[in-house]
Nanobody, 128 residues
């Protein structure tokens, strides 16, 4: 059974940092583009960041550029999201996601239709 399990969420003050992890099991995702999404209360789920299977290409939504960094360790089948300079508007449930198919263009993962696997989410709360 394929599972993506997020961890690392929590409560932090504005300006602080958190590092989210997404551990994959049941399948090796080393050839899959992967990404992070978030959903704030009362809002739709939105794309945050994506990384190519080779880790050479990354994409970010404009609101997190320069503050968040996505990375991966294919040997550990894990993807990370380092979040710095957090703002109250970053408060959301953060979800890890993987493409439906291996070796696809990285940017396509920002489209929900191309997501094949979701994690259960981890809560990030940023206090002002």
């Amino acid at each position: 059974q394929v599972q993506l399990v997020e961890s690392g969420g929590g409560l932090v003050q504005a300006g602080g940092s958190l590092r989210l992890s997404c551990a994959a099991s049941g399948r090796t995702f080393s050839t899959y583009a992967m990404g992070w999404f978030r959903q704030a209360p009362g809002k739709e789920r939105e794309f945050v960041a994506a990384i190519s299977w080779s880790a050479c290409i990354t994409y970010y939504t404009d609101s997190v550029k320069g503050r968040f960094t996505i990375s991966r360790d294919n040997g550990q089948n894990t993807v990370y999201l380092q979040m710095n300079s957090l703002k109250p508007e970053d408060t959301a449930v953060y979800y890890c996601a993987a493409d439906k198919f291996p070796r696809q263009r990285t940017k396509r993962i920002s489209n929900f239709e191309n997501i094949g696997y979701w994690g259960q989410g981890t809560q990030v709360t940023v206090s002002s």
